[in-house]
């Protein structure tokens, strides 16, 4: 999902790209979702008095950030300057939630089953 999100910002906000090299665009991707798995709860652990101060406004800036380590680890992606790796951040977050929406499953996954949660329908 990572992939369309990054495609999708590319299309949208300046300064976001990847040269149209649909292997930059992949690697981008897959380099995204493993900075976001290994090394975002590392940063919003520490940002985390910063994140209940802003309610919540500064995980953007975390996403900002996670797009900027990604720009720096894939030759051939870049995320711009700092108002575009923002409003990259931005669309990708906003396609990641439509995308989401889309795709979730039917049901609560075994855990929330387990636990009572069953989905009306």
Avoid: K, Q
């Amino acid at each position: 999902m990572n992939v369309v999100a990054l495609f999708v910002a590319a299309w949208i906000v300046p300064g976001v790209g990847y040269g149209d090299d649909a292997w930059a665009l992949a690697l981008a991707g897959l380099v995204l979702g493993l900075v976001n798995m290994v090394v975002r709860p590392l940063v919003i652990l520490l940002a985390l008095p910063a994140v209940i101060l802003t309610l919540g406004l500064a995980l953007l800036f975390v996403s900002a950030l996670m797009l900027y380590l990604t720009d720096l680890i894939v030759p051939g992606f870049e995320s711009g300057g700092f108002w575009s790796t923002l409003g990259g951040a931005l669309v990708v977050w906003a396609v990641n939630v439509v995308l989401h929406a889309v795709f979730r499953p039917d049901r609560p996954g075994p855990a929330l089953r387990h636990a009572g949660f069953e989905r009306s329908r």
